[in-house]
């Protein structure tokens, strides 16, 4: 049995992955700033296997307190993943200040406190397969960036780039970090922009399922513990070509946000 604290386990890839590592026998400490809302998740295990938990993650109190708290009731800590995010797209001219706060609280400095408690328990554990795991769920749009979701597509640059810059010093510790980048995908964070100019691009392309992302990251990421799993791989091929040239992605924005224009007017 392993042992694993997620957090954004209210709706989305969070409460898709604590159902999918309950149902094969793990625990988990499901954690959301919303703790009513992840009730549901009791269906599925016994109080023995989950924990919920309500953490803001943009109080790095809280995080410590929770980490200690998981700490004391497992004999280890092998999975913490940083799945809470937030998404509030607009243009320059309508982007608002509260909204830059809130995306860069949660998205970039959540997961950066969530990573620095997990490592100072991790560091101490016991070396079994390593001394733990740390998932960060970054985006594609932190590998090419997406207008209209220009303060998310920051955050998530500053994840991805904390995640990759800090793999090599956690290496010497034995811990494992993994961060994950998604396209779009059809979860509670996007649906209120179906319909939404502002969000075209998230809808340019097939949006995945969050079972999608979920298998991945049980099946690969927890497996094999890369350092990056960008998913759908061709597409992400496609945005890592884009970052490196970003005055030729930004002559295809155009076009792509034509297209998902297109695709929303389909969207029932």
């Given amino acids: 049995m392993k042992h694993h604290l997620i957090t954004g386990c209210a709706s989305g890839f969070g409460f898709a992955l604590a159902v999918t590592l309950l149902q094969r026998g793990d625990s988990v400490m499901a954690c959301d700033i919303n703790a009513g809302s992840m009730e549901p998740l009791r269906a599925y295990a016994s109080p023995e296997r989950l924990q919920l938990r309500q953490l803001d993650v943009r109080d790095p109190a809280q995080w410590e307190q929770t980490m ?17 995010g937030v998404l509030r797209p607009d243009f320059v001219p309508d982007i608002l200040n509260a909204d830059i706060d809130l995306t860069l609280d949660v998205n970039t ?35 090419a960036p997406v207008p209209g979701l220009s303060v998310y597509s920051a955050s998530k640059f500053a994840l991805r780039g904390y995640s990759l810059a800090i793999a090599h010093e956690l290496r010497q510790f034995g811990i ?16 209120p922009y179906k319909h939404k100019e502002k969000a075209a691009l ?7 399922t969050a079972g999608q992302v979920v298998r991945a990251i049980v099946d690969r990421g927890l497996v094999k513990r890369p350092l990056e799993i960008v998913l759908p791989g061709p ?11 970003p005055a030729l992605a930004s002559l295809l924005a155009g076009s792509m946000m034509r297209t998902g224009i297109r695709n929303q007017a389909k969207i029932t």
């Fill in 109 to 143: 400095k959540g997961a950066i406190f969530g990573t620095q408690a997990a490592f100072r328990v991790m560091r101490n554990q016991a070396d079994q397969d390593g001394r733990g795991h740390i998932i960060n769920i970054a985006s594609m749009a932190g590998i």
């Fill in 235 to 245: 597409r992400g091929l496609l945005a890592k070509l884009a970052g490196s040239f």
């Fill in 68 to 84: 200690q708290t998981a700490a004391q009731l497992w004999p280890r800590i092998d999975t913490v993943m940083n799945v809470a």
């Fill in 176 to 191: 494992s970090i993994t961060v994950v980048c998604p396209a779009g995908a059809d979860t509670p964070m996007v649906q």
């Fill in 202 to 208: 998230i809808f340019s392309a097939p949006l995945l």
